[in-house]
Nanobody, 123 residues
Framework: QVKLVESGGGSVQPGGSLRLSCVAS????????MGWFRQAPGKEREGVAN???????TYLDSVKDRFAISKDNAENTLYLHMLNLEPEDTAMYYC?????????????????WGQGTQVTVSS
C-alpha cells in the first residue's frame, strides 16, 4: 500500500503564495491518478486539482487561474503551486491517490490519503 506525506502548508496573507508537496512511498508513475483536496471546518472535502498518468490536469473552477498541479516522477513527488491565495482557500489540504480506474476530481474515488497540511490565509 502506498503512503503519502504532505508538507508545505502555513499561514499567509491574502495575495500570498505557497507550494505544497506530497511525497509517495513508491513511484508516482505507477499511480493512475493523484490529486489535491481540501476540507474546511464544517464543510465536505472537495477536489482542488488532479493529474493522471498522461499528466493531464483538472481543476476546481475557483482555483484554475491561481493554482497549478505538477508531478515529478523522478522524485515521487506531487506539487500544488498556489498563487494569489484568498481567505476562502483556508483549509486542511490532503494529497490523494488511486491505483486503478478513472481520474475524476471526486474524493470518494480515491483510496489512499496523506495526513494533511494546514493552509491558513488571513490578514
Amino acid at each position: 500500500q502506498v503512503k503519502l506525506v504532505e508538507s508545505g502548508g502555513g499561514s499567509v496573507q491574502p495575495g500570498g503564495s505557497l507550494r505544497l508537496s506530497c511525497v509517495a512511498s513508491r513511484s508516482t508513475s505507477d499511480l493512475r491518478c493523484m490529486g489535491w483536496f481540501r476540507q474546511a471546518p464544517g464543510k465536505e472535502r472537495e477536489g482542488v486539482a488532479n493529474i493522471n498518468l498522461l499528466s493531464e490536469t483538472t481543476y476546481l473552477d475557483s482555483v484554475k487561474d491561481r493554482f497549478a498541479i505538477s508531478k515529478d516522477n523522478a522524485e515521487n513527488t506531487l506539487y500544488l503551486h498556489m498563487l494569489n491565495l484568498e481567505p476562502e482557500d483556508t483549509a486542511m489540504y490532503y494529497c490523494g491517490a488511486r491505483t486503478w480506474g478513472g481520474c475524476a476530481l471526486r474524493p470518494d474515488e480515491y483510496t489512499v490519503w496523506g495526513q494533511g497540511t494546514q493552509v491558513t490565509v488571513s490578514s
